[in-house]
């Protein structure tokens, strides 16, 4: 079982000492909650979320890289884009912001993304795709990867070729997502489709889709004999849960999940950090958190319809405080 991973770049190689790696997701894995799964897994590559290279060079989102600099451990960019110039700059910027590895979003199957020739729908341009590639890997050092699906439906799964092709022109690792982009996030991820991609390819390979605990990992590393896992979803109300799987591959045993009130006290801190950076704009981001962490304790559906309506971060935080005492005067 893979338990570190090694990825050579055009110019640096890049070791990271667990093979279990944070997806990025829009809307999600910004620097708080990146900052909250570091706290479980601190030798874990995590990733920001997917960032436009055409708007980052005019000037937007150039905070999500520039942060990262101030981060430990290992931090990964996720572009997307269709212009190869574009790509290629914000790789540089990205590169000189401190970025571990540079990913190409070749996946996403978001229909406003797709529209704009990014993400998934490269795997109908694959000449476009190539050249992305060869842009990127030619304008930094660092490793270059990319993430992408198994094909664009069942009926066109030439994926094969694709990637071998993307291989030759430097791309240094891929993450693939066991399902196709006309699936989105429906049906079962294919591990075993995975697994026949690894046997053709020489990079390093993650497997990608339906990892939500140690058991879904191991199973799928059996199946893929992938070099690493990328957990997406699986983070949603648990940020320990890549620390907790990479706890479990490395047979360390010793993990200990946050109890239910310590996953209270989180929403609280993570409630605090959106506020004291997004001003009251902050209790509304928090509210997707909060619906994903209350749950799997008595009173938490109360809870959490409660939290959402709150009018103030003080009035959310003093339901849960209540909360913690109600279930504190219980055990």
């Given at each position: ?137 030619n304008a930094v050092k660092i490793p270059v990867s990319v993430k992408t699906r198994i094909g664009w439906s069942d009926t066109d799964k030439n994926i094969t070729e694709f990637l071998l092709r993307l291989q030759d022109a430097g791309a240094n690792m891929f993450t693939i997502h066991g399902r196709t982009r006309e699936q989105g996030f429906n049906g079962k991820a294919d591990w075993k489709f995975i697994g026949k991609l690894k046997e053709e390819l020489e ?129």
């Amino acid at each position: 079982m893979h338990t570190s991973l090694v990825i050579k770049g055009k110019g640096v190689s890049r070791e990271i000492k667990s093979s279990v790696i944070q997806s990025p997701l829009a809307g999600v894995t910004d620097k708080i909650f990146r900052k909250f799964i570091r706290r479980w897994a601190p030798e874990s590559l995590l990733f920001t979320e997917m960032i436009n290279a055409t708007s980052f060079n005019l000037g937007y989102g150039v905070e999500k890289i520039n942060q990262i600099c101030n981060e430990e451990g290992p931090v990964g960019i996720q572009l997307f884009d269709n212009r190869p110039n574009s790509v290629a700059e914000a790789a540089k910027q990205s590169e000189s912001s401190g970025a571990y590895i540079i990913d190409i979003n070749m996946g996403c199957p978001v229909k406003k993304i797709a529209k704009k020739g990014g993400g998934s729908a490269l795997l109908k341009d694959p000449s476009l795709a190539v050249e992305l590639v060869k842009r990127i890997s030619n304008a930094v050092k660092i490793p270059v990867s990319v993430k992408t699906r198994i094909g664009w439906s069942d009926t066109d799964k030439n994926i094969t070729e694709f990637l071998l092709r993307l291989q030759d022109a430097g791309a240094n690792m891929f993450t693939i997502h066991g399902r196709t982009r006309e699936q989105g996030f429906n049906g079962k991820a294919d591990w075993k489709f995975i697994g026949k991609l690894k046997e053709e390819l020489e990079i390093p390979v993650i497997a990608n889709g339906d990892i939500y605990n140690t058991k879904d990992a191991i199973e799928c590393l059996n199946i893929t004999k992938a070099d690493g896992i990328m957990i997406g979803r699986g983070v949603l109300g648990a940020p320990w849960i890549i620390g907790e799987i990479d706890s479990a591959l490395k047979g360390l045993g010793n993990f200990k999940k946050p109890t239910t009130e310590e996953k209270l006290n989180l929403i609280i801190e993570h409630i605090d950090e959106l506020v004291s950076e997004k001003g009251q704009h902050g209790l509304l981001l928090a509210r997707k958190y909060i619906a994903w962490t209350c749950k799997d304790f008595d009173g938490a559906q109360n809870l959490r319809r409660n939290l959402v309506k709150a009018k103030s971060p003080e009035e959310a935080k003093n339901q849960i405080l209540l909360m913690i005492s109600t279930l504190k005067n219980k055990s």
